[in-house]
T-cell receptor, first 114, second 114 residues
Framework: DGGITQSPKYLFRKEGQNVTLSCEQNLNHDAMYWYRQDPGQGLRLIYYSQIVNDFQKGDIAEGYSVSREKKESFPLTVTSAQKNPTAFYLC?????????????FGDGTRLSIL | AQSVAQPEDQVNVAEGNPLTVKCTYSVSGNPYLFWYVQYPNRGLQFLLKYITGDNLVKGSYGFEAEFNKSQTSFHLKKPSALVSDSALYFCAVRDDQAGTALIFGKGTTLSVSS
């Protein structure tokens, strides 16, 4: 089945630690996205990528980094500079330019602080 | 600037009754509008979209939405609610003149009682 796989489902971060969230898609989509979801705040865009080796900052990119070395993979690193990382992180992908076509979402990674 | 608002945090409806989840938007150009649904601890699922054409858009699971340009609204509707429709619903918009990615509303929790 085609879809988006996020791993791990739950992740715990220690003080001063960087952690990486995995996102893989086999839908052959060009665009990929990372969102952060906090209760009552909807989804906020962290980064997005329209093509391999290219990505743009979203509204809340500070404290996060990404790479897009392969079309099917878009990992997100939550760095120690992100002081409030506890949230539900969602990865998505779509055909074409961002916002033109429906996005397909993974089932998320829940990140907590130890 | 583009923005989207969901004025109700929660909507309660009895099973079998019609339901409406409200969404209003603000864009400079023409809007691309989407509705998504999220079940607990899952990613978002696409319900329907409006790009151009007929103002009444039909989507998945019996949902529909009406685009109203003069009122800048895109309300989600269903003639007869099911208990299984209980979930978190998100409206999203992209401005074809200014936006590069979707902006999501804060979400509306729909609760359908039996």
């Amino acid at each position: 089945d085609g879809g988006i796989t996020q791993s791990p489902k739950y992740l715990f971060r220690k003080e001063g630690q960087n952690v990486t969230l995995s996102c893989e898609q086999n839908l052959n989509h060009d665009a990929m996205y990372w969102y952060r979801q906090d209760p009552g705040q909807g989804l906020r865009l962290i980064y997005y990528s329209q093509i391999v080796n290219d990505f743009q900052k979203g509204d809340i990119a500070e404290g996060y980094s990404v790479s897009r070395e392969k079309k099917e993979s878009f990992p997100l690193t939550v760095t120690s500079a992100q002081k409030n990382p506890t949230a539900f992180y969602l990865c998505a992908s779509s055909w074409g330019a961002p916002g033109n076509q429906p996005q397909h979402f993974g089932d998320g990674t829940r990140l907590s602080i130890l | 600037a583009q923005s989207v608002a969901q004025p109700e945090d929660q909507v309660n409806v009895a099973e079998g009754n019609p339901l409406t989840v409200k969404c209003t938007y603000s864009v400079s150009g023409n809007p691309y509008l989407f509705w998504y649904v999220q079940y607990p601890n899952r990613g978002l699922q696409f319900l329907l979209k409006y790009i151009t054409g007929d103002n009444l858009v039909k989507g998945s699971y019996g949902f529909e939405a009406e685009f109203n340009k003069s009122q800048t609204s895109f309300h989600l509707k269903k003639p007869s609610a099911l208990v299984s429709d209980s979930a978190l619903y998100f409206c999203a918009v992209r401005d074809d003149q200014a936006g590069t990615a979707l902006i999501f509303g804060k979400g509306t929790t729909l609760s359908v009682s039996s």
